[in-house]
């Protein structure tokens, strides 16, 4: 017997959202059909929970719906669970026990909410405005993650220290907190559903008129209850919240500035999450992969580089930004301020300066605890003492300094990995023949990382493709370079990111589209580019 309501488009999908109660949807690609492995449990959930209509079911074909696009291609069973239209939970792979317990949970709650025992949970938040991503333990606890903007007037009247202690006072954990000028693309991708709001455009100018703070903040709770968000207003001495701080000139925005939204879906959390920290990766179980800065010192770099990085990895670190630079006396300086006035400081400074020295953002989980046991001892001969410590297994007997350096704490690694890959800005240009990707290679900017400052579709003159290339002046493909850019208009972006030049070199490519689809099939160059000229993208050098 049929009973999962079979779902293949939009128009079917955004029906089943319309269906009052709990569906458990199979989400699955075309190839394979719903899971097998699950029909005998669901039709037992079925029978056990059926009576009073409130457990319904679905198989969702990943292949013509929108919102499911991240599970194409993947050959793990997933499975989703709406709550009058709202995603609110998830288990990815064949886990029964968990699968029940959920139903199990969802379906009491729903009961004691239609027999008036329990209120449907209002999600509210004063300060802080946040949007949920779960991630499910098997069988014990689920991790939810959130992105928190703290507001400009906060952070002006110096309340984020105080907001950040109630959220850990209440539970949370605070796991990234970046200061930042918004702007305003930001602003309206996140406060999107707020677009039609009287006071919209106010709201976005007073959200670009100072910094926020932005939050990645998270808990962990037993799956017997659909976790929801706490208020976080004050309280007053009876226990009832009290009425959030207005600041008096921003009274023509109190009604956004004040406003306590939270998106309760998966999919707006993930969205959040990968637009604010497109670094931030929730892994397997939960887990996400943290960051820490690695230093390798000159001497290793020039006599053991390729051992090193090889170390690196073998451990579990991927490399997710590397820059080598020639550190100039004032960085070194003032990276290492705390060690200016030691005595070995001269020594340290001419070991610093004196070649090319290789930073790296390193990622996994726990990235920060792990870099630093590996690492060992500052001190060489306490690092001796431990010789399966980097610091050791690399250390050279003619230096009395260790040749690798590892942020201290979680906070430190923000701290020093903008120290060394601060936001940069850097030029970018959609060529003639791609201009008709655009939209394909816009979000590929968006969906890397990238916030794009500035875009404007414009035909290049002879005398703007003639400057613009100027450095290829005198070659033997300079003219047909000037007539290609000139063709047909062109797309110009600055793009804002850490490392940004870096990471939009990377981003397009090799130069040579064939050598691209070899190397970096994923770049903007092995999927859009012709040939070496109508290669579809330009970038800054620097």
Same mark, same amino acid.
């Given at each position: 017997i049929l009973f999962q309501t079979l779902i293949t488009d939009q128009e079917q999908w955004d029906e089943m959202l319309q269906i009052k109660g709990i569906v458990v949807i199979d989400v699955y690609q075309s190839w394979c059909g719903p899971c097998k492995a699950v029909q005998n449990l669901l039709r037992k959930l079925r029978i056990d929970f059926g009576e009073d209509n409130m457990l319904h079911f679905a198989a969702a074909e990943v292949d013509n719906i929108e919102i499911l696009k991240p599970f194409r291609r993947s050959c793990e069973p997933v499975f989703l669970f709406s709550v009058h239209g709202k995603i609110l939970a998830m288990v990815k792979g064949v886990n029964a026990p968990l699968i029940t317990k959920i139903v199990t949970d969802l379906v009491q709650e729903e009961r004691q909410i239609a027999a008036g025992e329990k209120e449907r949970a209002k999600v509210l938040t004063n300060q802080i405005l946040m949007h949920k991503s779960h991630h499910f333990f098997p069988f014990s606890e689920v991790l939810t993650y959130s992105v928190g903007i703290i507001k400009p007037d906060d952070v002006l009247a110096g309340r984020v220290e105080e907001i950040k202690k109630?959220?850990?006072?209440?539970?949370?954990?605070?796991?990234?907190?970046?200061?930042?000028?918004?702007?305003?693309?930001?602003?309206?991708?996140?406060?999107?559903r707020n677009k039609d709001e009287p006071d919209f455009n106010a709201f976005v100018q007073f959200m670009m008129s100072r910094p926020c703070h932005v939050l990645i903040i998270t808990?962990?709770?037993?799956?017997? $209850?659909?976790? &929801? @968000?706490?208020? %976080?207003?004050?309280?007053?001495?009876?226990? +009832?919240?009290? #009425?959030?701080?207005?600041?008096?000139?921003?009274?023509?925005?109190?009604?956004?500035?004040?406003?306590?939204?939270?998106?309760?879906?998966?999919?707006?959390?993930?969205?959040?999450?990968?637009?604010?920290?497109?670094?931030?990766?929730?892994?397997?179980?939960?887990?996400?992969?943290?960051?820490?800065?690695?230093?390798?010192?000159?001497?290793?770099?020039?006599?053991?580089?390729?051992?090193?990085?090889?170390?690196?990895?073998?451990?579990?670190?991927?490399?997710?930004?590397?820059?080598?630079?020639?550190?100039?006396?004032?960085?070194?300086?003032?990276?290492?301020?705390?060690?200016?006035?030691?005595?070995?400081?001269?020594?340290?400074?001419?070991?610093?300066?004196?070649?090319?020295?290789?930073?790296?953002a390193l990622t996994r989980e726990n $990235?920060?605890? &792990? @870099?630093?046991? %590996?690492?060992?001892?500052?001190?060489?001969? +306490?690092?001796? #003492?431990?010789?399966?410590?980097?610091?050791?297994?690399?250390?050279?007997e003619h230096l009395p300094i260790n040749q690798l350096h590892g942020s201290s704490t979680p906070s430190d690694a923000q701290k020093e990995l903008k120290f060394f890959f601060p936001e940069e800005h850097t030029f970018a240009l959609i060529k003639p023949d791609a201009a008709t990707h655009k939209d394909e290679i816009m979000k590929k900017v968006k969906e890397a990382g990238f916030s794009i400052s500035k875009v404007k579709e414009q035909a290049l003159t002879r005398e703007m493709a003639l400057h613009f290339y100027k450095d290829h002046e005198g070659k033997p493909f300079f003219d047909d370079l000037v007539n290609f850019m000139t063709q047909g208009p062109s797309v110009i972006m600055v793009l804002s990111k850490e490392n940004a030049v870096e990471e939009w070199k990377k981003l397009m490519g090799p130069p040579d589209p064939e050598e691209a689809k070899k190397t970096c099939p994923e770049s903007i160059r092995a999927q859009f580019a012709h040939d070496i000229l109508a290669n579809a993208v330009h970038g800054s050098s620097d």
């Open positions: 109630k959220i850990i006072e209440a539970g949370f954990g605070i796991e990234a907190d970046e200061e930042r000028m918004l702007t305003e693309e930001q602003i309206r991708v996140f406060y999107s808990k962990k709770e037993a799956t017997g $209850a659909i976790p &929801h @968000w706490i208020e %976080l207003h004050k309280t007053n001495e009876s226990g +009832e919240p009290e #009425e959030p701080v207005k600041l008096a000139p921003l009274k023509e925005t109190e009604s956004l500035v004040n406003l306590c939204d939270v998106q309760d879906s998966i999919e707006d959390a993930s969205r959040q999450l990968a637009f604010f920290f497109p670094n931030f990766h929730i892994e397997e179980g939960g887990h996400h992969a943290e960051r820490t800065l690695a230093i390798i010192r000159p001497t290793l770099l020039k006599e053991r580089r390729n051992s090193i990085i090889q170390r690196i990895q073998d451990d579990g670190f991927q490399i997710a930004m590397q820059k080598e630079i020639i550190l100039t006396e004032e960085q070194v300086r003032t990276f290492y301020k705390e060690h200016v006035d030691q005595d070995y400081f001269p020594v340290f400074l001419e070991q610093m300066t004196s070649g090319p020295t290789l930073i790296l $990235a920060v605890a &792990h @870099w630093r046991s %590996l690492l060992g001892p500052k001190i060489l001969e +306490e690092a001796k #003492e431990n010789p399966e410590s980097l610091r050791a297994q690399f250390a050279f």
